[in-house]
């Protein structure tokens, strides 16, 4: 198998104004391994991605600041923090806990600065944004016939933080 950089070099001669989520969905691989890649060998994918600034030169992975970031393998915070739907969750209760734990405390950190950074602090506009819009792409992502019931419950939740939070001003995300 061709090695990360390669791939991504790859991808991004294809397609150069690609962000590193992008780039990380195109070739399977984790959105934070990727984005730790794109910096280590940004020098040489640079100028494969040509003159104009690509997008993911935004994002910096912080490896000075001095934290450590736990590795979760491509889990988001969400499922780190024991949210979870269907046959396999806890009911509306302990889901609804995790979602206020997530929209009103500090967070774990994990996978990196960047991933971190997206998530925004606790009670703003852009943590739930960043919140619903988790859900929103696991509801639009995974197939209805096997999630049925977390179908139900990703939109349940998504109208319980926008009710929640409603001074936020947040608008209700795309579902498919």
């Known amino acids: 198998m061709a090695s990360l950089e390669t791939r991504i070099s790859d991808?991004?001669?294809?397609?150069?104004?690609?962000?590193?989520?992008?780039?990380?969905a195109a070739i399977n691989e984790n959105k934070s391994t990727v984005n730790a890649a794109l910096y280590a060998g940004r020098n040489t994918l640079f100028s494969t991605a040509g003159t104009a600034p690509p997008l993911w030169i935004a994002y910096s992975p912080a490896t000075?600041?001095?934290?450590?970031?736990?590795d979760c393998e491509g889990r988001g915070l969400p499922g780190v923090m024991g949210y979870k739907t269907g046959?396999?969750?806890?009911?509306?209760?302990?889901?609804?806990?995790i979602l206020v734990r997530i929209m009103e405390k500090p967070l774990p950190r994990i996978n990196s600065k960047a991933y971190m950074d997206e998530w925004g602090e606790y009670l703003s506009a852009e943590r739930l944004t960043r919140l619903l819009v988790?859900?929103?792409?696991?509801?639009?992502?995974?197939?209805?016939?096997?999630f049925k019931d977390s179908h139900r419950e990703w939109v349940a939740d998504i109208e319980y933080?926008?009710?929640?939070?409603?001074?936020?001003?947040?608008?209700?995300p795309y579902l498919k």
């Open 11 to 24: 991808y991004l001669s294809r397609h150069p104004r690609s962000s590193a989520r992008q780039i990380a």
């Open 134 to 146: 988790h859900l929103a792409v696991q509801h639009n992502t995974r197939p209805m016939g096997q």
């Open 161 to 172: 933080l926008l009710d929640r939070y409603v001074s936020l001003g947040v608008s209700r």
């Open 64 to 70: 000075d600041d001095g934290l450590k970031y736990q």
């Open 87 to 97: 046959a396999t969750g806890d009911g509306a209760y302990k889901r609804r806990q």
